[in-house]
Structure formats: structure tokens, C-alpha cells
């Protein structure tokens, strides 16, 4: 009575083919489908499920699918181009887990430059040189990587998941990592920067302004001027 007992594979989809209907399986194994041609009765959802099960789709069949398709073709001579297509069983896709990642709390894109007048001099009131942070201030928040949950096919397949991968644990300096193993802090004053994967808080010194000296000034950590230089000085940081 079958044309067909074994599975072609057209345009990607599974395709069994039989006198009385035709059943597709999608390229990745998560719906089944099926079209009923002839006039003949279905006789019950029992009739339309050991159909299924011989083409082996045994998991997640819609049996509310099945009872409405039992129920119209339980008269000879339904017109069978209303149930042509009728998704029968639906599986479980994969759920991929997620990459752990840092939430990063200040700006990591800042970078030293200077705004450049027409004239040729320098704005200093846009500079944008540091990013200052203090103490305790939250610096970056790591977001744990994500479980995976395998899926499954029509047919009983399991369909794998791929694991989420952790990132490894920030290294640099002048910061503190607190015991949720997750949140980084600045253990000073200063200011913060991400460089070449590394988080660094160096010192910073913020001054309103400067006003000429005859010696150089000698400073062991950044120096930020918010305001003016009134004249001539010599900064060592």
C-alpha cells in the first residue's frame, strides 16, 4: 500500500510519502507535519498516532491536533485540503547557554586626547584625560556564564546545548574584588582604566589650579588641573 517506507530528504526537510497522506519532518527535527489526501475516514486519534509512531515521531505530539483531524475526516468525503500541513508533533529546541561577561560601571572607551582649536590651540575645558573614581566605587560587575539545556527532536532525539564559558578574573591593580566574586571595587581614590585587558586604579592628585613656582613640582601619582595654569611651572609625576 506504501509508495514509500524510507525518508527523502528534499529542500533540507525529512519527506514520507504513503497513499493515504504525507508526513514532513523539518531540517532540524523540531516539527512534524502532516497532510491527509484521500477521502477515506480517519478512524480514531489511535489510527493517527501509530502512523506517526511507525515513521518514529514519538515525542511531543499534539494530540488536540490529532482529535480535530480524526474529527473531520470522520465522515468519507471531507474536503482534505483544510488539514493539509497540520502540525502533529512539536519538539524542544536547544537553549545555548550564555558567555559569562563584564558589565563595566565607567567609561573603557575614553582615550587621552586633546580638542584641537581652528587656531591651533588647545580646549582644555574639554579634555577628556581622566576618569576619576573613589574609594569603594563599583568599577565593573562580572555576570556568571549560563547553564544549557539540552533539546529534543520529534523523533526522541536529544538535540545538545553548548555550555556558556566563563571569562577569566580581572588582573591589574588598585582594586578589590568583594567576596560575591563578582563585583570589583576601586580600593582608593584615583583614577581607573582598562588597558590591554588589564583594570588599573592609579593615584590621582586633583588641583583647581596652579600658579607659577620657581622649582619644579615633584608629584608621585597622576595630577588632574580642573582649572587654570596662571603661569609658567614645572610638573614631575
Known amino acids: 500500500k506504501s509508495k514509500r517506507n524510507t525518508p527523502s530528504v528534499s529542500d533540507k526537510w525529512t ?28 478512524a480514531n486519534v489511535s489510527e493517527l498516532t501509530t502512523i506517526l509512531e511507525k515513521h518514529g515521531i514519538v515525542f511531543g505530539i499534539d494530540y488536540a491536533a490529532l482529535e480535530a483531524l480524526a474529527k473531520e475526516y470522520s465522515v468519507i468525503g471531507k474536503d482534505s485540503r483544510k488539514y493539509q500541513n497540520t502540525l502533529v508533533a512539536k519538539g524542544i529546541p536547544a537553549i545555548h547557554g ?11 572607551r575614553k582615550k587621552r586626547q586633546m580638542n584641537l ?10 579634555l577628556t584625560w ?14 556568571y556564564a549560563t547553564a544549557a539545556v539540552d533539546g529534543k527532536t520529534v523523533t526522541g ?17 588598585g582594586f578589590e574584588m568583594l567576596p560575591d566574586l563578582k563585583t570589583y571595587v576601586a580600593a582608593k581614590n584615583g583614577h581607573v582604566r582598562l588597558h590591554r585587558n ?40
Open 198 to 237: 588589564e583594570l588599573i586604579v592609579s593615584d590621582l592628585i586633583i588641583l583647581d589650579e596652579l600658579h607659577p613656582v620657581n622649582e619644579p613640582l615633584n608629584f608621585n601619582s597622576d595630577v588632574y588641573i580642573t582649572g587654570n595654569i596662571t603661569g609658567p611651572v614645572t610638573l614631575n609625576v
Open 98 to 108: 550564555r558567555n559569562g561577561y563584564y558589565e563595566w560601571c565607567f567609561d573603557t
Open 15 to 42: 519527506l514520507f510519502q504513503d497513499t493515504d497522506y504525507d508526513i514532513r519532518i523539518s531540517p532540524d527535527g523540531i516539527s512534524a507535519y502532516l497532510s491527509w489526501h484521500c477521502n477515506r475516514a480517519i
Open 157 to 173: 532525539q536529544t538535540i545538545p546545548a553548548k555550555a556558556g564559558k566563563e571569562k577569566a578574573i580581572l588582573t591589574g591593580r
Open 117 to 126: 582649536l581652528a587656531d591651533g590651540t588647545i580646549n582644555f575645558d574639554t
Open 130 to 143: 581622566y576618569e576619576p573614581v573613589t574609594q569603594n566605587q563599583t568599577l565593573a560587575i562580572y555576570h
